[in-house]
């Protein structure tokens, strides 16, 4: 019903900087909220950023003040500006985003997921 595709990750040398992408397409009613996620070889999946339809954003203490969550309202668009990334921040970033369909149930929906590497 909701895709998700996410674009913008890649190799960055400590200290440098991406912007992961992210759009949901499908009979979208309202999106509630748009996340990123981030998992790491061996370590669970948590949850990075968080920006609701109202604007308020939220972030794991591990990424306050370098990284940023924006939103496109009209192209149901999220975006995770990263600064000054460092080693620990590889993993693979995953998409989220909570709403309502068209005329349907609710939607709990997830990208496929996209690789940032930081190298030392």
């Known amino acids: 019903q909701v895709q998700l595709v996410e674009s913008g990750g890649g190799l960055v040398q400590a200290g440098g900087s991406l912007r992961l992408s992210c759009a949901a397409s499908?009979?979208?009613?309202?999106?509630?909220?748009m996340n990123w996620y981030r998992q790491a070889p061996g370590k669970q999946r948590e949850l990075v950023a968080t920006?609701?339809?109202?604007?308020?954003?939220n972030y794991a203490d591990s990424v306050k003040d370098r990284f940023t969550i924006s939103r496109d309202s009209a192209k149901n668009t999220v975006y995770l500006q990263m600064n000054s990334l460092k080693p620990e921040d590889t993993a693979v970033y995953y998409c989220?985003?909570?709403?309502?369909?068209?005329?349907?149930?609710?939607?709990?929906?997830w990208g496929q997921g996209t690789q940032v590497t930081v190298s030392s």
């Open positions: 920006i609701t339809s109202g604007g308020n954003t």
């Open positions: 499908g009979t979208i009613f309202t999106i509630n909220a």
């Open positions: 989220n985003a909570w709403g309502r369909v068209i005329g349907g149930p609710p939607f709990d929906s």
